[in-house]
């Protein structure tokens, strides 16, 4: 057991905002069952923060009553909880937090960097990994510059780069939002007509667009890593299988789907895709659980997307319950708390050059 509370974040202003409610509650009940003092806190879309232990009921986020748990403020290492008239009524000091919000801010670097400043180590979604894997376009600027193997892509913002863009990558093509998940968005446009279709749905959703060419025969192949105990720990791969052409949403969370772990392909394939997650994974320095999805053309592998908090935290590739993916989330914590001290304990710098500015010396005269 911790000594103190264990937040869990999750919600946001996302299109995965829901998707995040049954990653925070599962999350939170297997911390629940652990021992462990939980503190969840719910970011509404509107941006409100809303806490409260209870908060790991997912009945709650059905009903609405969500909606009547107090209002707090993260900063200087806790909790600062609202009482009903608008004023802080109670402190709650925090031993370390689990991001669990998919997409927008939460999952992009704003959790990252509001938990560093306020002084609290988390697990997931820290501010380089965070913001660089949610944008497409820069996740293939990253993977370009570490010379792993990515699908020829090109990069739209207006419709006016259409035509450069279908001369590079050709058509058919998958037509995506740089910043969503959990495929909202995503089109496959097989004519000019259809591309620039997909691509005015997709600048619905961002103002910047990912096009990368299609492959008809993809087999499409995730696997997992996070860091814990001194080394970097690889799950097997798994196969997603979609009921259309493309992975949708409802192939992920609605059942329409399904998945086979580990996935039946080559060892040798099987092989380069853990030693490609653990590369990049390692050379990022990265923390926290990030599932890597791949895609597999015949013999050739492509990686196509980093997930830096993926749904359910991808507990299903490296415990075959919740209660045994416990370990792995107090592993996590640890390495968190580890993390943050190592930090902690670096040289600040205090120059002393204000004593050199003159008395009003910033002012306008």
């Not at 707090?72 to 709650?92: L, Q």
Request: glycine share 12%.
């Amino acid at each position: 057991m911790s000594a103190g509370k264990i937040a869990v974040l999750f919600g946001g202003a996302s299109n995965e905002s829901e998707i995040s409610v049954i990653t925070g509650t599962m999350c939170a009940n297997v911390l629940k069952y652990g021992g462990e003092d939980v503190l969840c806190i719910y970011v509404t879309p509107s941006g409100a923060f809303l806490c409260g232990e209870e908060l790991s009921d997912i009945s709650l986020f059905k009903s609405g009553a969500y909606l009547e748990f107090p209002r707090c403020v993260i900063a200087e290492g806790g909790v600062y909880i609202h009482g009903r008239r608008g004023k802080f009524k109670k402190f709650v000091p925090i031993y370390a937090a689990i991001n669990c919000c998919h997409g927008g801010l939460g999952e992009g670097g704003g959790a990252g960097g509001l938990f560093a400043y306020a002084g609290i180590p988390l697990v997931g979604g820290d501010i380089f990994g965070g913001a660089a894997f949610m944008d497409k376009c820069l996740t293939k600027i990253i993977l370009g510059g570490l010379k792993v193997n990515v699908l020829d892509y090109a990069e739209v913002r207006s419709i006016d780069d259409i035509p450069a863009a279908i001369e590079k990558i050709g058509l058919p093509a998958v037509v995506k939002p740089a910043r969503l998940g959990s495929s909202i968005g995503i089109s496959l446009a097989r004519t000019e007509n259809e591309f620039l279709s997909a691509v005015q749905s997709a600048l619905m959703f961002d103002n910047k667009v990912l096009c990368e060419r299609y492959v008809s025969d993809r087999r499409e192949i995730n696997c997992a890593a996070y860091f814990g105990g001194g080394k970097v720990n690889v799950s097997e791969c798994e196969e997603a299988f979609s009921s259309g052409g493309l992975l949708s949403f409802d192939d992920k969370y609605a059942g329409g789907g399904k998945s086979v772990i580990p996935a039946n392909i080559p060892a040798s394939a099987a092989d380069e895709i853990k030693s490609v997650t653990k590369y990049v994974y390692s050379s990022l320095d990265m923390r926290g659980i990030a599932r890597f999805d791949f895609i597999m053309e015949g013999e050739t592998i492509y990686l196509s997307e980093v997930n830096t908090v993926p749904g359910s935290l991808a507990w299903y590739l490296f415990a075959p319950s919740y209660k045994d993916f416990l370990p792995v989330l107090k592993e996590l914590i640890a390495q968190a708390v580890a993390d943050y001290a190592n930090a902690a304990g670096r040289l600040v710098l205090k120059t002393g050059i204000l004593a050199s500015v003159p008395e009003g010396g910033t002012n306008i005269k």
